[in-house]
Structure formats: structure tokens, C-alpha cells
């Protein structure tokens, strides 16, 4: 039972343009929400996260948007760069009083075009 | 200062065999996660400390895992009798775990065990 999905496993993206990385979920418990950057041979990077109660999250080229009556958040990059070139995962946590284990989608892998 | 470190970087074990992947957290984190990220898939939760006790373990697949945090900062995941299923990038994270309840966990670079 996959509780977080990234429905696209790849996305390719002109420099400069926007990308957007969408995730969905299933379970209403989740209090937190994560994105990660991952490039080959190291470990996820922490880019952006959003609590339950926020409906957008900015930071720089990155915004990170909730619609939690939909079940759906997504990542804006804008503009996009060729080192943004990664994949990304989002994550969900469960409550941080239940230990605040990640359940992680199985990532888009992202590539940004000069 | 310094990120979550994993040793190895890289394990390669024959079928049957007994591993150790160890992590040493961000100094003053007091959460420690282990992860393990098969291929073309996110990372699947195993095991979560606080402190020097193992306070969630429901992600462990079966009796030959098992992880220790003994002073409550580097860990130990050790998989005895290893199977060529559990060939996969092992990795660590720690948080603060803080009043805020923000906790973002920040990951090592991964062990990755290829069981031939």
C-alpha cells in the first residue's frame, strides 16, 4: 500500500522554464511534508518542507504548495537550472509524537536542459 | 559542521554472511534513522532511536536485522545470514528532534550492500 506516490517518474525541463514535481497522498495523518534532492552516489539533501497546517512554503526558486482536501502537493522550481538536474522525492512524516518516521514517494528524476 | 557519516561507503558479502553498516549522527542530534533505498525506489523507514533506545523498529523486515545505539550517537545496523535481498543502499539520518517539532532528518551518504 503505497501511502505517498510520485506518479511521474521523470520530467525534462528547458532552463529558465518552471518545474513542477507533484506528490499524493493517502493518509490524513501526516503533519509534515518533506522534499529531497538526491544526485547518484550520495545521500537525499533537504531542499523544502511545509507543515499541515501552511498551504505554501517559499524559499528562494523553491515554493512547495499543500491542498490537503485534495491530498496533493507539488514542488515549484522556478527558473529551473542544469544543476537542479536530480531526483527528487517527497516525503510525509507521521506525527512528530509517533517518532516522525518518513514515508517517501519513489521520486521523479528531474532534468533540466541548457 | 560536520554531515551524518556512514561506514563503508561500499560492502560486497557472500550470500550467508555477517554485515555491519555503522553511522555516526550530527553531534547533538538525538534521533537516528535508518533507511533502505532499493533500486528505482524512495527509501523505506527501518528503525528510529531517541537516545539510546530503539523507540520504533516496525520497519525491520525480520529477525536478522537488528541496530544498536549503545551511548546514544554512532549506531550499528548489523543483518546476519545476509540474502541477496537485501542488496540495497542503507542509509542514516539524524535530526534534533527539538520543542519546535520541525525535525527535518538530514542523511549520510549511504552504505551500499551487494549480497552475491
Known amino acids: 500500500d503505497q501511502q505517498v506516490k510520485q506518479n511521474s517518474p521523470s520530467l525534462s525541463v528547458q532552463e529558465g522554464r518552471i518545474s513542477i514535481l507533484n506528490c499524493d497522498y493517502t493518509?490524513?495523518?501526516?503533519?509534515?511534508f518533506l522534499w529531497y534532492k538526491k544526485y547518484p552516489a550520495e545521500g537525499p539533501t533537504f531542499l523544502i518542507s511545509?507543515?499541515?497546517?501552511?498551504d505554501k512554503n517559499e524559499d528562494g526558486r523553491f515554493t512547495v504548495f499543500l491542498n490537503k482536501s485534495a491530498k496533493h502537493l507539488s514542488l515549484h522550481i522556478v527558473p529551473s537550472q542544469p544543476g537542479d538536474s536530480a531526483v527528487y522525492f517527497c516525503?510525509?512524516?507521521?506525527?512528530?509524537?509517533?517518532?516522525?518516521?518518513?514515508?517517501f514517494g519513489q521520486g521523479t528524476e528531474l532534468s533540466v536542459k541548457p | 559542521g560536520a554531515g551524518v557519516s556512514q561506514t563503508p561507503s561500499n560492502k560486497v558479502t557472500e550470500k550467508g554472511k555477517y554485515v555491519e553498516l555503522r553511522c555516526d549522527p550530527i553531534?547533538?542530534?538525538?534521533?537516528l534513522y535508518w533507511y533502505r533505498q532499493s533500486l528505482g525506489q524512495g527509501p523505506e523507514f527501518l528503525i528510529y532511536?531517541?537516545?539510546?533506545?530503539?523507540?520504533?523498529d516496525s520497519g525491520l523486515p525480520n529477525d536478522r536485522f537488528f541496530a544498536v545505539r549503545p551511548e546514544g550517537s554512532v549506531s550499528t545496523l548489523k543483518i546476519q545470514r545476509t540474502e541477496r535481498g537485501d542488496s540495497a543502499v542503507y542509509l542514516c539520518?539524524?535530526?534534533?528532534?527539538?520543542?519546535?517539532?520541525?525535525?527535518?532528518?538530514?542523511f549520510g551518504p549511504g552504505t551500499r550492500l551487494t549480497v552475491l
Open positions: 553531534s547533538g542530534h538525538t534521533a
Open positions: 493518509n490524513s495523518m501526516f503533519d509534515y
Open positions: 516525503a510525509a512524516r507521521y506525527g512528530f509524537n509517533q517518532g516522525g518516521k518518513l514515508i
Open positions: 532511536f531517541q537516545g539510546t533506545g530503539a523507540a520504533d
Open positions: 511545509i507543515s499541515s497546517i501552511k
Open positions: 539520518a539524524s535530526s534534533l528532534r527539538d520543542a519546535r517539532g520541525t525535525d527535518t532528518q538530514y
